[in-house]
């Protein structure tokens, strides 16, 4: 078992997407300047090649095993289940991942890409500085030079992150354009890219960007619901009845749900960032909120102004804090497979104290929209049933802006 | 025939080389924008390129991503930039206009509505950077169909299947990007960029624009004796920031640069006439 890209067991699979072009239905595609269409067709001519040589699965295996501590458990939260009153909880602990979240899954596949396509540079994205943190280590694991972009104002929030990102030997370069935040830094790292593209891969961080990166960073995040399907069967003899995941660019939530499509019995749902509330406008919900439009090499829901502008966005997790989703999110909204909702600041940051207390698991802001919706929908499903929240990351990074939203100095 | 054609005709015949300057529209300011046009065909610009802010010019280096910002700050849209070149287009019936930006706000619009507000605007072609062949299709067709011509660009990467695919699917010219990276880059490599256009003239009898980091006089007349035209961005837009209290310094500095580019070009094109 390694990284296909579809679920075994399907019984009646639909025609894999995306297509040849990278395209789900009317979504993704290949929306960049020319310059990028020769190294993306040279990235996916190597994707295709590597996903399928059985070495490369193997090496991809024993790091997701020996370096980033590989399966996750997946762990019955008796205790919080129990207070709610309805569906039993799981947690899928990407949050006891080397590094503190899902991330790692991905830029590991990626860092081995780009280590057999001879590329000595890595660059990357970030917003919370999850990314880049994970960029970073497996960067200075394979002795790579890396060079992280990020927003400045998001630099301002997760200084932590930066200053880790720099211990590991990564420059992190401060993006003043824009509306400074994970947008800017995407656009700022597609420029290193195009200016250097002979030595350089781009590690996107999450399942947006030009294609082969949406299916490319899914398949690399898949293990985590081929683990939960075959942990869960082990634990219940059947499949959960339904999935919550955070969704910001939508790695983890795609990570988690793909090895379900075909499970029609398995409800999907996707979380979204409300910020300050949906009719507030402050917010980072395209899929809840907004509309489809081309932005960083894809088509899909995008928050846009009626001028076709990309507007700022808000939410208290950086991670979720993106105009943007990925193309395949946009797919499953239409065609109903999953449904996505979102939840606000206040809303997570309950959810984040309710958890911790209940459970002595402190979980990221971003995971935390997944367990404030957990929390709605377990007592709506009833006792006998059980659903499972991807945990995507640790709250350590957040307590700063934890205890700052709380008017506590730390 | 299209303007674009037409001009690219004309100027063969005459054994001269079509200089373009790139402005973004709205930038400093809104006002500053027809006039401005105006100024730069008075100086030399043989056609003229329009940039629609946006607002995440991926492909675009720090200079016009500035501009882009300065035009945002106006609310400038793609509506007001058509309205600039319908005022533009009250008295110049003949420069052609060509719109370079990205695909989002076109998608807004509507491809249909879209081609066909631009063609009564008096637009001749259209740049859209983030669409290449395999997503443009859809908008080139809605373009064709009102007489607009897709302008498409063409990179040191693009291999010799990619050539050919675009060649097949531009018209007005190709605009050939001189080097791996955004605009306002710095180092160009003459050499490398000669034989690129001679790999493209092979499968195309259109036009060859060259752009990308072109930023004084004597490297524009090196690459005309190359290229059919040359294309001029963030070194004009670069005085806009040289004046930032002075949009009147700024257009004086754009237009004599424009000028001395074009003094250049005139100096050392071959006096040939081709057929
Ligand atoms: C812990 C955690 N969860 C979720 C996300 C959101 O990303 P995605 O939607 O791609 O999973 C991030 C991004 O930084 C993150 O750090």
Partial sequence: MAIESAAPNMASEPAPLPDANGHFGPYGGMFVAETLMGPLAELRAAYEHFVSDPEFQAEFDTDLADYVGRPSPLYLAERWSRELGGARIYLKREDLNHTGAHKINNTIGQALLAKRMGKTRIIAETGAGQHGVASATVAARLGLECVVYMGAEDIERQKQNVYRMQLLGARVVSVESGSKTLKDALNEAMRDWVTNVDDTFYIIGTVAGPHPYPAMVRDFQTVIGRETRRQFLEREGRLPDALVACVGGGSNAIGLFHPFLADTSVELHGVEAAGDGLDTGRHAAPLCAGRPGVLHGNRTYLMEDDDGQIIATHSISAGLDYPGVGPEHAWLKDSGRATYVAVDDSQALAAFHTLTRTEGIIPALESSHALAYAAELAPRLGSGKALVVNLSGRGDKDIHTVATHEGMAL | ?275
């Avoid at chain 2, 106006?74 to 719109?99: E, K, Q």
């Avoid at chain 2, 619009?109 to 008096?122: D, E, I, K, L, T």
Wanted: a negative charge.
């Fill in chain 2, 1 to 275: 025939m299209s303007r674009i054609e037409n001009r690219f005709s004309i100027l063969r015949q005459a054994g001269r080389k079509a200089l373009i300057p790139f402005i973004t529209a709205g930038d400093p300011t809104p006002e500053v924008t027809v006039p401005l046009l105006h100024e730069l065909v008075a100086a030399g610009a043989d056609l003229l390129e329009l940039g629609v802010p946006f607002s995440d010019p991926m492909a675009d280096g720090p200079v016009i991503q500035r501009a882009s910002e300065r035009a945002l700050a106006h609310g400038v849209s793609l509506h007001d930039v058509l309205d600039m070149v319908t005022a533009f287009r009250a008295s110049d019936a003949d420069t052609p206009v060509i719109l370079m930006g990205y695909l989002n706000p076109i998608e807004v619009f509507g491809y249909q509505v879209f081609a066909s507000a631009a063609a009564a605007a008096g637009v001749d072609g259209i740049l859209t950077v983030d669409a290449p062949p395999e997503e443009a299709a859809p908008l080139a067709e809605a373009l064709h169909g009102v007489g607009i011509d897709p302008i498409f660009l063409l990179a040191p990467t693009s291999g010799p299947e990619r050539i050919e695919r675009i060649c097949a699917l531009a018209s007005g010219f190709v605009y050939y990007v001189s080097t791996k990276g955004v605009t306002g880059a710095a180092s160009l490599d003459l050499a490398e960029i000669a034989a690129k256009l001679d790999q493209i003239r092979a499968v195309t009898r259109l036009p060859l624009g060259v752009g990308f980091g072109i930023s004084d006089a004597e490297r524009a007349a090196t690459l005309a004796q190359v290229a059919d035209a040359v294309i001029v961005g963030s070194a004009l837009v670069r005085q806009i920031e040289v004046y930032p209290d002075d949009p009147r310094a700024a257009m004086a500095a754009m237009t004599e640069l424009l000028g001395s580019m074009r003094t250049a070009i005139d100096a050392a094109a071959p006096q040939a006439v081709e057929a």
